[in-house]
């Protein structure tokens, strides 16, 4: 593969989970999704983690209940269990890692992949890695777990590589309040050296900001309007919209789906 540089991420919308639309038939990371994304010409956003018998497969969630009416992890259920979930009440299933990239190939924007915080971080990390070795496209990989940006500074040193983060409240008690005020406030970026960092739409710390005049990019996460759009942004992710597939400030085209 060859190094990919920050003028492969900036000016780009990236089409959150692929471009869904969960109320009309489209799941969230399903390969319509991504193959709608595709057709536009967006850069696509999706999210990667393990079944119990280590498959990658597409799914956001730690757990099933919300998409698939399920109660359980993604972790908890072998590859050919998970095939037999339906996301949101369609035919649609979930992906393989493989399968997505398959659909996101035929003329797609950049990839982002987002790795999820588990128990077989490393597992994960390495099997990404070498799935997105053979993909055509370009890509990079984020995570808001600072031990997976920095897995892949050591093991896999030219992948681009951010680091998602969030104001510290919003984190729930997923973590301690002191580690949550220091992963958002991306004090763990001497460890990992992020590329880029992905930061939840709103105030941005003045650490993320001079970082950012740094030459660390900075994408805004997630954006449904051109007010939510506007800021110190290098790219957008966004859902429920229907911009053009580059990013420019107030370029923002209204929304071609209905959110409620």
């Keep these: ?19 869904y639309d969960n109320h009309r038939g489209i799941p969230e990371n399903s390969l319509p999704a991504f193959r709608a994304a595709a ?6 956003e999706l999210d990667v ?19 698939c009416g399920v109660s359980g992890c993604v972790s908890d259920f072998h590859l050919a269990d998970l095939r037999k979930m339906r996301l949101l009440g369609t035919n649609e299933t979930i992906p393989l890692f493989t399968d997505a990239l398959k659909v996101l ?4 924007g950049p990839l982002i992949v ?10 994960l990390c390495e099997k990404t890695r070498d799935i997105l070795l053979e993909y055509p496209g370009v890509f990079c990989i984020e995570s808001f777990d600072p031990r997976i940006v920095r897995w892949f500074r050591k093991a896999a040193p030219d992948f681009f590589r951010g680091q998602l983060s969030q104001p510290a409240a919003d984190y729930g008690g997923l973590v301690t309040a002191p580690v949550a005020c220091l992963m958002a406030g991306c004090r763990f970026s001497f460890l990992n050296k992020p590329d880029f960092i992905a930061y939840k739409i709103g105030p941005r710390p003045e650490r993320v900001l001079r ?3 740094k030459g660390v990019l900075l994408i805004a996460w997630t954006s449904r309007t051109p007010e939510q759009d506007a800021g110190e ?3 957008v992710i966004f859902e429920y919209a229907a911009p053009p597939p580059t990013y420019a400030k107030n370029e923002f085209a209204s929304s071609a789906f209905d959110p409620a």
């Design 233 to 235: 942004n290098d790219a």
């Design 39 to 44: 057709e536009k010409g967006y850069g696509a």
């Design 105 to 108: 190939q035929q003329g797609s």
């Design 211 to 213: 970082m950012r005049r």
């Design 1 to 19: 593969m060859r190094k990919f540089s920050p003028s492969d991420f900036r000016g780009w919308y990236y089409a959150h989970r692929g471009l």
């Design 49 to 67: 983690q393990l079944s119990a018998d280590g498959h990658v497969v597409v799914f956001h969630d730690d757990t099933l209940d919300r998409i």
């Design 114 to 123: 987002e790795l999820k915080s588990g128990r077989r971080n490393k597992e």
